[in-house]
């Protein structure tokens, strides 16, 4: 199959080109689209072998469930049903925008899609061109990111392009995305609501709107005989190929520790590289320093993080060390990513 790959970002939206991606959905084909988080791998959330096709393309086992894309607010009462009064008000919020709600499913909605379960995730995205292309595809678009299982999400349709060549007709480009890390994921079937995957909205800002909310025990450590609650975050995810660890301290024993370590495996014959900040950038040696972002804004960090990890891989460095960051807002989700490419292995010094 040949990939069409077709450029159109928020201020330039080519109707035509968009009814074309859209009957493709509707005829059972896959589009990989571009959101505010990271590119979607879309296929219509209503026909269960589109579902099969994109876990096939992703090669991704089919009990982890898809998020299914809406365009307009009153599209929820479709797929979902009891939504709560708490779904309304993060809408009012947040929508549209990086969240994704858990929410009970209705009988429209193919169990291919949630992956067996009762419930289904849903989000309406802030970027303007997945809107568009959502609306044209007949409103309901299932929608993974766009990479290989196992490998970072695409935050670059070069990257789509990367892992989904020959397997779907049409890419469509906007530029690079403006969040890079994927939606946080809030649960609101619970009593309480949970979030299962942290992201550009943070707890804070959902305790601000909802009262109390909680987080899944499992979002930043490993817990053995834990399951998570979002099926998808108990695979190792966005592993590069070489070994990964975080180095966690104050900044000058951090700089100290990991150049002597690349030290020590260059030693050794391994090609090595750093993940850090353009604070500190200046002051590793490495095969490869690499500035993720600023500290002065981590957006900047979380913007930058996927790239950089598959950079490591196109680079084929092999002993990896990154700097490690604070929790609090969007450092919660760049080190949720960071721990699960680590392998949650970290230095604490
Ligand atoms: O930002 C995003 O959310 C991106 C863009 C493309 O919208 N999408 C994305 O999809 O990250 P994906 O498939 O890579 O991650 C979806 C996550 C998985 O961890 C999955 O297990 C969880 O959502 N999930 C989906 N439906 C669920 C459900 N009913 N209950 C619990 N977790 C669910
Ligand atoms: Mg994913």
Redesign the pocket.
């Known amino acids: 199959m040949d990939t069409n790959v077709v450029f159109m970002d928020e201020t330039h939206i080519e109707s035509e080109e968009l009814s074309r991606a859209g009957a493709l959905i509707k005829q059972g084909e896959l589009v990989a689209f571009p959101t505010e988080t990271v590119y979607g791998l879309g296929g219509d959330a209503l026909q269960e072998d589109s579902a099969r096709k994109i876990y096939a393309a992703k090669g991704r086992p089919s009990d982890n469930p898809l998020i299914i894309h809406i365009a307009k607010w009153e599209d929820i009462y479709y797929i979902c049903r009891d939504v709560p009064k708490a779904a309304e008000k993060l809408a009012d919020a947040f929508w549209p925008g990086p969240l994704t709600m858990i929410l009970k499913k209705s009988d429209v909605v193919p169990f291919a899609t949630t992956g067996g379960l009762d419930t289904v995730a849903v989000r309406l995205p802030g970027h303007a061109v997945a809107r568009a292309f959502i609306e044209a595809a007949g409103g309901y678009v299932a929608a ?2 766009a ?1 290989v299982s196992g490998r970072p ?1 695409p935050t670059l349709a070069k990257y789509v392009l990367e892992d989904m060549k020959g397997k779907i007709p049409l890419i469509i480009d906007g530029g690079e995305v403006g969040i890079g890390v ?1 939606s946080t994921i809030v649960d609101l079937t619970e009593e309480t609501p949970v979030i299962l995957r942290p992201g550009y909205i943070t707890r804070e800002m959902l305790e601000n709107v909802l009262g109390e909310v909680t987080e899944d025990a499992t979002m930043m450590e490993s817990l053995k005989d834990v399951a998570p609650k979002a099926p ?1 975050m108990k695979y190792r995810h966005y592993a590069p190929k070489g070994s990964l660890t975080i180095v966690a301290g104050d900044t000058e024993a951090v700089i100290k520790y990991i150049n002597e370590a690349c030290r020590e495996a260059a030693g050794q014959g391994k090609r090595t590289g750093v993940l850090c900040t353009s604070e500190t950038g200046s002051r590793y040696e490495a095969d490869s320093v690499k500035c993720v972002g600023s500290r002065a804004d981590e957006s900047t960090v979380a913007q930058g993080l996927y790239k950089v990890l598959r950079e490591c891989d196109e680079e084929e460095l092999e002993v990896l060390f990154a700097e490690s960051f604070d929790t609090e807002g969007i450092g919660q989700a760049i080190m949720n990513r960071l721990l699960k490419a680590a392998g949650h292995q970290v230095t604490q010094l």
């Open positions: 993974p990111s990479n999400s994927e998808g």
